[in-house]
Nanobody, 120 residues
């Protein structure tokens, strides 16, 4: 069983920076991908950034050049550094991992979410 606990959300002014952290416990050797999603009011959840076990990263077009996903091996966390924040970045941010339950089946695990609010 994998448990995810996010921290670091809050209120920030437009143009500011914020860093989110997701502490991961359990099942580390079977985690295939670590990612951050977000969900704004009235919108569906969307992928913000992801990191595969190979280290390859992917970003949503809207955050490229502003957000950076990284892995902290000492803390066993997946972090999201957000800069040049815009009001459009306001959302609940969720940590996610894809866990290889069997060689043919992956199971997603989610954190509880952390609110990020960007004021104009």
């Amino acid at each position: 069983q994998v448990q995810l606990v996010e921290s670091g959300g809050g209120l920030v002014q437009s143009g500011g920076s914020l860093e989110l952290s997701c502490s991961i416990s359990g099942g580390d050797f079977k985690i295939l991908r670590r990612a951050w999603y977000r969900q704004a009011p009235g919108k569906s959840r969307e992928l913000v950034a992801s990191m595969h076990t190979s280290g390859t990263t992917d970003y949503a077009e809207s955050v490229k050049g502003r957000f950076t996903i990284s892995r902290d091996y000492r803390k066993n966390s997946i972090d999201l550094k957000m800069t040049a924040l815009q009001t459009e970045d306001t959302a609940v941010y969720y940590c996610n991992v894809e866990y290889a339950a069997t060689p043919l089946k992956t199971v997603p695990f989610w954190g509880q979410g952390t609110q990020v609010t960007v004021s104009s």
